[in-house]
């Protein structure tokens, strides 16, 4: 790796101030297991490293049932799914948390870097999507809130501006008969870039055989992970029916716009949205009726 | 050159005092610096897990963790599996189960499988499968190490 100076605030006025300072010569490292990866290959480069991880609020892990859980955005995947009580109120997070990289990364990688590092794979981003999540962002003029679907603007860019940093990330708390799911397609079991993935949420009526509401959002299938707003929003208000999913699941695959690459073809992406979406559909309806 | 950095550590149970560079891995400090070779270089990209040390805890790759973020931590590596008593029981199993060929990998897999049983000592054949998925071996299509850190298992 080139040279770099390191530097690890333990406030965010602190980082603020020493973002604000260096413009674009500096890079904000969390669990460092993307970024580390692009410095070496020379992909991005720095003369200064800012380490978040010593910052309180980044490590932050508060859930209040009557609003949401405060996820700090340095906060590794693996303290996600070792809390009992998160994984029983989010298991659509945990989906994501638990398939991210193997053990090892799952140590020091982060939901917020995942978000950050803007990958159009990005395993965290759909779901997290698809659970309403906001970007807390702090910068020089104060604190900033924006959706997640809004954050990732193109490959491994972000909304911050100069000085920004993301704090944490909001997900409001869970409604009565409401469940996430996320899931992937990868040719291995573990341990791989997702060809397609899918996140959706659903909110059922208290019968549980109506859609209240509904979001679906994608990752490896444009230049950033996709919000298929119309696919969520065609089964509000429809009786939960093999149908309903079909449709919703074709405005899915109409939202993609996925590239042929090594990992697959446009017509396989497209194919597979569809498949996942109805899938991760059902899967999240079950979910609901179950909790 | 960046200046380098006074970083003070504890390594299988001994405190350190080292100076790296802020550019260098935990996995370069460990080599180059410390002279522990026993810490393998893989891909050198978070893929292989043939540099995984304990941290705090938890297996990582050590090439995706900077040296100077080792300050106040404490590391396990490989050289801090055995005790003056002998191997440890995962490292007589994968002996014992001939579970390595051209070694590159075995440290990795002996601390990812320690590290397992250390928080799940009845691990299941499955368990172990994707705990050890982070860990590649080109040698011995993973049966022969998957059976050694069974046989260490309480799962039976």
Known sequence: ?291 | MADVTQVKTTINGEEVNLLCEPRQSLLEVLRDVLGMTGTKEGCNDGNCGACTVILDGRIVDSCLVLGVEAEGKNITTIEGMASPEGLHPLQQSFLENASLQCGICTPGFLLASKSLLDQEPDADEGRIRHWLAGNLCRCTGYDKIVRAVLQVSKAK
């Open chain 1, 1 to 291: 790796m080139e040279p770099f100076e390191f530097v690890s605030p333990s406030s965010i006025d602190e980082a603020v101030k020493i973002l604000a300072s260096n413009g674009d010569k500096v890079r904000i490292m969390a669990g460092g297991t993307d970024m580390l990866v692009q410095m070496r290959a020379g992909r991005r480069t720095a003369p200064l490293v800012v380490d978040v991880k010593g910052i309180p609020e980044l490590n932050n892990v508060s859930y209040d049932a009557s609003k949401g859980l405060t996820l700090g955005a340095a906060v590794p995947c693996y303290k996600i799914y070792q809390d009992k009580s998160l994984a029983a109120t989010y298991p659509g997070l945990i989906d994501s948390a638990s398939l991210i990289g193997g053990i090892q990364i799952q140590g020091r990688a982060s939901i917020g870097g995942n978000i950050c590092n803007a990958a159009p794979s990005g395993d965290s981003i759909p779901v997290v999507i698809a659970l309403g999540g906001v970007c807390n962002i702090a910068g020089p003029n104060g604190t900033r809130q924006l959706p997640v679907e809004e954050f990732c603007t193109a490959p491994g860019r972000n909304a911050l501006e100069n000085g920004e940093l993301l704090v944490s990330v909001f997900i409001p708390a869970p409604q009565a008969k409401s469940g996430a799911t996320y899931q992937r397609f990868i040719p291995r079991n573990e341990m791989d870039i997702a060809v397609v993935g899918v996140g959706t949420s659903v909110v059922l009526d208290a019968s549980g055989q109506n859609f209240v509401s509904a979001r679906i959002a994608l990752a490896s299938v444009g230049p950033t992970p996709i919000f298929a707003k119309a696919a969520g929003d065609s089964l509000a208000g429809k009786a939960v029916s093999e149908e309903a999913i079909q449709q919703a699941s074709e405005l899915a695959m109409s939202a993609a716009t996925p590239i042929t690459d090594m990992r697959g073809t446009i017509r396989q992406r497209t194919h597979l949205v569809g498949v996942f979406t109805r899938r991760t559909l059902n899967n999240a309806i079950d979910r609901a009726r179950g909790g």
